[in-house]
C-alpha cells in the first residue's frame, strides 16, 4: 500500500520531534543547548503553520529533517564534542573537531534547495543558468546572516565570543563556515538539482489541478 505524502511529512515531523526530546536528555550545556536547538524549533514550527498554504516536496521535507538532526545532535554536544567528530579527529590527527565544518556545509545543501524550490514554484526564477548565481548568493546571504546571530548572541548574553562562536583557535572561522556553505549549495546543485527539478514540476503540476 502506498504511503501518501502527508502521512511521511507526519512521520518526520514525529521522529523529528523524538530526535529533539533525546538531544535534550544528558546535553552537554543547558545554555548552548537552547542556543542551538532554537532555530531548529523556530523552523520548524514556521513549516507547520504554513503546510498548507505551500508544501514542498518531500524531498526537501527530508533533507530538511536530516538537517534538523544533525543541528540537534550538535546541541547535545555543543558542537565541539560531538563524540563521533572526536573519534575522527583523534584518528586521522585534525587540529579541530570538525562537525562545525559539516553542519555549514549542510546549511548551504539544504536552504539552496528550499530557496530554488520556493522561487521556482512561484515563479520568480526560472531554469536559466543565472538561476544558480542568484542561489547561491542567497544561500552566502543566509550564512553571513547566521554568522552575525552568533555574533549578536555573543553580545546579548554577555558570554565570551570564544564560547558561543567556538572558533576553535581558528581565526579564519567565520569565513570557512561561509565558504562550507557556498560548496554545499553547489554540491546540492550537481547532486540533486536535475532531480529535485523533476520533483518542482511534478508538484507544480499537481497543485494547478487542484
Known sequence: MKISEQKIHLMLLIIGVLVFIWSFIDHRLTFG?????APVVIVTVFFVLTYKRFTYTTLVYFIGFL???LLLWGAKYTYTYVPFFEYLTDVFGWSRNHFDR???FAQGFVPYMIFREYL???GVLNQKKITN?????M???FSATWELIEFSASILSGRSQSF?????GDIWDTQMDMLFALIGAITS???LGNFHLKQIVSKTSSDSRI
Do not use: Y
Request: net charge positive; proline share 0%; aromatic share 16%.
Open 67 to 69: 538537517w534538523a538532526c
Open 133 to 137: 548565481l542568484v542561489l547561491f548568493l
Open 33 to 37: 543547548w537552547v542556543l542551538l536547538s
Open 164 to 168: 558561543i562562536l567556538d572558533m576553535q
Open 102 to 104: 559539516f553542519t555549514h
Open 120 to 122: 521556482f514554484r512561484k
Open 189 to 191: 546543485s550537481l547532486v
Open 139 to 141: 544561500v552566502l546571504g
